[in-house]
């Protein structure tokens, strides 16, 4: 169900606890020494992939803390990113986005969700590549489970808008130019058609740790 992946935890419905959790490091040592391996997790794929939703949880089930880049790039600027798009454009989100990553990239123990758009510049892929002991997970589903995924984010009250997603045709041609993109960037791929967070949650978990 597209939503499902939208669905945060309620109070009714609370998250599995790191310890309750068995795809988490804390019941299994196996895992642990695998995550070890690792100080940075970074999560990409295309708008409406789940990359904030399941950051937020893994970096929670890992005892990490969770960065999110178009979150960051706001703080710093005292602007959103649809006014920083609306005020000064995409090439300077762009440049502002590359010089975020770069200084996220210097943490340690931190699951980084990017923006949508972050793999497209040649730059942020080789940062990303270059940086050691870093994972980089994509988040894969099929476009129309992605837009509506989107469509669906969009309604709530405290929905950010994305400025890239203003027409159809445009989001087809970004998600058709960025896929090959996100796919040779990750050392894994979550397909996440079939998943809650917390089941992407295990399935990064597992991949992690084989
Ligand atoms: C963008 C995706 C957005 C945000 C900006 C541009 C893109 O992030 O960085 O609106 O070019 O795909 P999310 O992928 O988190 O929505």
């Known amino acids: 169900m597209a939503t499902a992946l939208l669905d945060m935890p309620t109070p009714t419905q609370p998250a599995p606890t790191p310890d309750d959790n068995p795809a988490s490091p804390a019941?299994?040592?196996?895992?642990?020494?695998r995550i070890s391996l690792f100080d940075r997790i970074v999560l990409t794929g295309f708008m409406g992939s789940g990359k904030t939703t399941a950051g937020r949880l893994l970096a929670r089930t890992l005892h990490?803390?969770?960065?999110?880049l178009d979150r960051e790039i706001e703080a710093r600027e005292g602007r959103s990113v649809p006014q920083i798009f609306a005020e000064s454009?995409?090439?300077?989100?762009?440049?502002?986005?590359a010089r975020t990553l770069a200084a996220l990239l210097g943490r340690r123990n931190v699951v980084i969700a990017l923006g949508g758009g972050a793999p497209e510049e040649l730059g942020n892929r080789l940062l990303l590549e270059q940086t050691p002991r870093t994972a980089v997970i994509h988040l894969a589903a099929p476009l129309e489970l992605l837009l509506e995924r989107c469509r669906v984010q969009?309604?709530?009250p405290d929905a950010t808008a994305r400025p890239v997603l203003a027409d159809l045709e445009t989001a087809t041609r970004r998600y058709i130019h960025r896929l090959p993109l996100y796919n040779r960037l990750a050392t894994h791929t979550i397909h996440t058609a079939t998943h809650n967070?917390?089941?992407?949650?295990?399935?990064?978990?597992?991949?992690?740790?084989?």
């Open 27 to 33: 019941a299994s040592p196996h895992l642990a020494s």
């Open 64 to 68: 990490w803390a969770f960065l999110d």
């Open 89 to 97: 454009g995409e090439a300077h989100f762009r440049r502002l986005e």
């Open 154 to 156: 969009s309604l709530r």
């Open 197 to 210: 967070p917390t089941t992407t949650v295990q399935a990064i978990l597992t991949a992690l740790s084989t």
